[in-house]
């Protein structure tokens, strides 16, 4: 019996590396616009994810969760629903402030924005399923911009 080479053995490891466990199709589309949002956002602070919570998940038939973001003294809550192919935000900005909300869905332009109620209280209705990101203007115009980390929908 014949010894493997180095190169062989690699090549075999490779291929059962490549049937078993292969890169998800989706994966290198999404980091290169994670990658693509994070370079034009360089003048923006970002938020500080504190808490996922999944608890609604499945509620009538559709899939729902909730995130929490904080940025030194504003926290942003967040009510995610997906149904079908399309997704709703309903947000909460506490203490409420006057600001634009704008949603940045992977490499799209940015068509989706919304202004904070005076109750703190924001929707962003009809987005598409894939990377999110907020970015959240306040018309104060002494007060930078900041934006949530990307996440999915």
Do not use: K, N
Request: aromatic share 6%.
């Amino acid at each position: 019996m014949s010894e493997l080479s180095r190169e062989d053995l690699l090549g075999i490891v490779r291929d059962v590396w490549e049937q078993r466990d292969p890169v998800p199709e989706h994966l290198v589309p999404a980091m290169q616009a994670a990658a693509a949002m994070a370079a034009t956002d360089l003048d923006v602070e970002l938020m500080e994810l504190v808490e996922r919570s999944t608890e609604l998940a499945g509620a009538r038939g559709s899939t729902a969760y909730t995130l929490r973001f904080v940025h030194d003294d504003t926290d942003l809550l967040l009510r995610v629903a997906v149904d079908g192919d399309r997704s709703r935000v309903d947000g909460w900005v506490v203490p409420p402030e006057p600001m634009t909300v704008r949603a940045l869905p992977g490499e799209l332009p940015a068509p989706y924005a919304a202004v904070v109620t005076e109750s703190g209280r924001f929707e962003l209705t009809d987005l598409p399923l894939g990377l999110l990101r907020l970015r959240l203007e306040p018309h104060d115009t002494t007060r930078p911009a900041f934006a949530t980390p990307t996440f999915e929908i």
